[in-house]
């Protein structure tokens, strides 16, 4: 291992910072049912979860000489309440129709605690608690000339609360399993929303039916299918934000004062008018069983329009003591596809080997903004997330291509204001951006949406075979269609470590010449159209291998059963991508600077006991 003064600094560094952290939670249900008639029961459950963290960390006077030392604690307590009473009715007639009801109420509280503060300037590095009443409480931490008294200690606390009350019911009929429906409704009611909008209904409804029960389609497909039902259902249903007085407005302190007395602001406006993001959503399904049930098959469609979206405003003029206001005004549709299928390859023989597929595409617009107009990189009738970008055509070979503007008294610019008297433009050998907003520069206002970084289709492939004792589980991911730009480069243009080959780059040189980056001295920007590039990869994503030991041995263990197993996960790859893994780039911005963790090969050795 590595010595010297250097290794025992880091090591200071490293070691210096004192950490305890203490997590407690307790759980408890209890549950009562009663069962009134025959088919007819009354159930009621209540719970409670507590939660509780508390945090000391220490740092040493080294760290910070300034301060000369810094203690800090933290509890953090979490309390949640639930009841639930359910009154369900299940019953059959003639051994055709079948009738389900329920009726049932929830309510929900959720409570935070927090409090903490630090203490500065204690007396020693081996003292890790803070006590005030042996400190100084104050400290000058300027001159004589300009003093500047802070004090030693801080506390803080805070408290929030929300709830959530539902009252609910459901129905639902089948005739011998061939023709469902079933109808819902619940109408929910949240603290968090305005005074006049606390309470929203949510109706739903699915229909089904098994058409292979039916004499008229069963001789003719009793030859390969099984059983096959089509779906469809149509419901609402609505989100509730995180932020728990949101629509109240509330008040914070400000770094001003009025008569020496420190000043309250505006921090969110009151908005009684706040209410539910609803959605409603559409599904058609189809599900096939085929061959004797060996074949599997589900395949679903869906639609889901979520509006009443809540968006902070802008506020007109500057009258106001704050600038935006919250209100649910936009609107967003989410759509897509799904296929899955189930297949038994072997099942008779000794070896059994089951084999599974799905693959989903989806898709999303953004489709109303509050003053029908794009919003901060939100396009009306585009995808949600987009990839933002120069249109780039190469780099400047001559004066020629410097794009030329006309000032109101005639006379003419090079792009970037240089006047075209001296016939030089100094972009030669620059990239060669189009200034899309015809500004007479290159900002950030220059780039377009190119292309969305979501995949066209992603799914997964499970393979579980099994031989006597012994099963094995492979699952492969893939991926198709991303759009992502490798931005490595960008390494080049600020301080750290570089995540580029040098022997890939190339500046600019002259005219004419095989290059990949600007004349040197010049930023490479890598996020051009030209640097998009479509992601296709696949990956290994388990494996997993076991040996159940047999029933006669394990007994004799004193054990129900008993396995042992190997599992590997993220074992390999593959990828057309110029880049690394392209499963650790995130999947909403397409970026990838070369400073996301690569996935860790992991390989694991278990033992279950079932007693």
Not at 13 to 24: A, F, H, M, N
Not at 238 to 255: A, K, P
Request: aromatic share 16%; charged share 20%; glycine share 8%.
């Amino acid at each position: 291992p590595s010595t010297g003064d250097v290794v025992d600094q880091w090591l200071k560094l490293v070691k210096g910072v004192t950490v305890r952290s203490d997590d407690y939670r307790a759980m408890a249900n209890v549950v009562l049912t009663y069962y009134i008639l025959d088919g007819l029961q009354f159930s009621a459950s209540a719970n409670v979860d507590y939660s509780q963290a508390n945090l000391n960390k220490f740092e040493p006077s080294y760290l910070n000489p300034n301060i000369n030392e810094n203690k800090s604690g933290q509890v953090v307590r979490n309390v949640s309440l639930n009841t639930e009473e359910l009154l369900t009715y299940k019953k059959s007639f003639k051994e055709a129709h079948n009738l389900e009801m329920l009726l049932g109420y929830s309510a929900n509280k959720t409570q935070v605690y927090g409090i903490g503060g630090y203490g500065k300037r204690g007396a020693s590095d081996f003292i890790y608690y803070y006590d005030p009443e042996r400190n100084p409480p104050i400290y000058d931490y300027g001159s004589e000339d300009y003093p500047n008294v802070q004090s030693t200690t801080s506390y803080s606390s805070n408290f929030r609360e929300k709830a959530l009350v539902s009252f609910f019911g459901r129905l639902g009929y089948n005739y011998k399993q061939r023709y469902l429906m079933e109808f819902a409704f619940r109408r929910d009611g949240s603290s968090t929303f305005g005074e006049n909008n606390r309470w929203a209904n949510f109706p739903s409804i699915a229909l089904g039916w098994a058409f292979s029960e039916e004499s008229f389609l069963k001789n003719r497909l009793s030859g390969w299918l099984n059983w096959g039902k089509v779906r469809a259902s149509y419901g609402t249903s609505g989100q509730v934000f995180g932020y728990e007085y949101l629509s109240y407005g509330l008040l914070s302190s400000l770094n001003l004062f009025f008569q020496g007395n420190t000043g309250m602001g505006v921090a969110t406006p009151v908005s009684p008018n706040l209410t539910w993001e609803k959605s409603e959503q559409y599904d058609i399904g189809l599900d096939l069983d085929m061959f004797e049930y060996r074949l599997n098959m589900k395949l679903d469609y869906y639609y889901k329009l979520s509006s009443s979206l809540i968006y902070e405003i802008p506020m007109p003029g500057d009258i106001y003591s704050y600038d935006t206001y919250v209100d649910n005004v936009m609107e967003v549709s989410n759509e897509g596809l799904e296929l899955e299928f189930s297949y038994d390859v072997m099942r008779e023989s000794a070896v059994k080997w089951r084999t599974k597929f799905n693959i989903s595409k989806n898709w999303n617009r953004f489709r109303k903004s509050y003053d029908k107009q794009d919003k901060e990189g939100l396009v009306i009738g585009r995808p949600l997330y987009q990839i933002y970008v120069y249109d780039d055509r190469g780099f400047y070979q001559s004066e020629d291509e410097v794009p030329v503007y006309y000032k109101l008294d005639g006379s003419e610019t090079y792009l970037g204001g240089i006047s075209t008297d001296r016939h030089y433009s100094g972009l030669l050998g620059t990239q060669k951006l189009k200034d899309l907003n015809a500004d007479q520069s290159i900002s950030l206002d220059d780039r377009y949406p190119a292309a969305s970084p979501l995949p066209v289709a992603h799914g997964g492939w499970v393979n579980e075979v099994m031989w006597k004792n012994f099963d094995l589980n492979v699952l492969f991911n893939f991926s198709f269609g991303r759009k992502m730009i490798n931005a490595r480069r960008t390494s080049l243009n600020k301080v750290g470590p570089k995540f580029v080959d040098y022997k890939d780059l190339h500046y600019w040189t002259g005219p004419g010449c095989k290059a990949n980056l600007p004349r040197l001295g010049e930023l490479a920007s890598v996020y051009n159209d030209a640097n998009i590039e479509k992601v296709n990869s696949m990956s290994l994503k388990q494996i997993t291998l076991g040996y159940t030991l047999p029933d006669k041995i394990a007994r004799k263990a004193g054990f129900s059963g008993v396995r042992v197993f190997a599992t590997g996960e993220n074992l390999f790859f593959w990828s057309n991508y110029s880049g690394s893994n392209p499963e650790v780039v995130d999947v909403y911005s397409g970026m990838d600077d070369g400073n996301d963790y690569p996935l860790p090969r992991k390989w694991t050795l278990g033992l279950t006991l079932n007693f």
